[in-house]
């Protein structure tokens, strides 16, 4: 009886062996998080001649990122030159664009759309000025604001050269455009690319040699936002004309 017991005894601790090593194993092969800051470059690249100016991009991200009602991290900006007077352009974004434009009369004015975001600079200027370093460059290239530390100074939102930037009405701290970092780093693309139904904004991936973005470079005309500021920016756009400020 008692051999009868320890042969019980040691087939249960040799089915516990077995159990706790394939949970051992069941864990060590689980699938880690896959997304690494060191393997992505993010920017955006912007087809000026695909945009409709529907305001899918900027509605979708209003929904998005909970942006309140009167300000915009993206918006869409409609041009008409007259001419070619490039000089003295009339720009107009009711509502940021949300809920698209209304039909222009027939006229010799030549117009077109630019959505405009949060350049994501290489040399952020906003990061420069942050005297509490609320505002940073995450090792992926996006530049976000960490509300905890913000004071709310508005420094960074005075030297934006893009006008990017606003102070939330209610957390009374920077706010601006995160390239929906919550996405990307999921896998996923940005709202206001995932909204537009032409494809003329599209989120890029600058260290992945398969991203369309390489292409996109290299066989188009590429121009940045106000290139003189030297900020480098990673939001590019085709064919920008020469009036857009």
Request: net charge neutral; glycine share 6%.
């Amino acid at each position: 009886m008692k051999d009868l017991s320890r042969r019980q005894l040691f087939e249960k601790a040799g089915r516990f062996l077995i159990l706790s090593n394939a949970a051992a194993a069941a864990l060590n092969s689980a699938e880690p998080n896959p997304y690494s800051t060191a393997d992505h470059w993010w920017g955006m690249t912007i087809d000026i001649d695909q945009c409709i100016g529907c305001g899918n991009c900027a509605a979708a991200c209003q929904a998005e990122n909970k942006v309140p009602e009167e300000f915009h991290r993206t918006w869409i900006e409609r041009y008409q030159v007259q001419g070619d007077d490039y000089q003295h352009p009339q720009v107009e974004s009711p509502h940021g664009g949300r809920e698209g434009f209304t039909p222009l009369p027939e006229s010799a004015a030549k117009s077109f759309y630019v959505p405009k975001l949060c350049n994501h600079c290489a040399t952020s200027p906003c990061v420069q000025v942050c005297p509490v370093g609320a505002t940073f460059e995450s090792p992926d290239g996006v530049v976000l604001v960490d509300e905890s530390y913000c004071v709310g100074c508005r420094y960074c939102v005075q030297a934006c050269p893009y006008g990017t930037r606003f102070i939330h009405p209610e957390k009374q701290v920077a706010d601006k455009c995160t390239l929906c970092y919550h996405r990307i780093t999921q896998g996923l693309t940005t709202a206001c690319a995932e909204a537009c139904p032409t494809g003329a904004r599209k989120l890029a991936d600058l260290k992945d040699p398969k991203d369309p973005v390489h292409e996109f470079l290299r066989t188009n005309t590429i121009q940045v936002l106000k290139p003189q500021m030297a900020t480098g920016s990673k939001v590019y756009y085709k064919n920008l004309d020469g009036a857009v400020r």
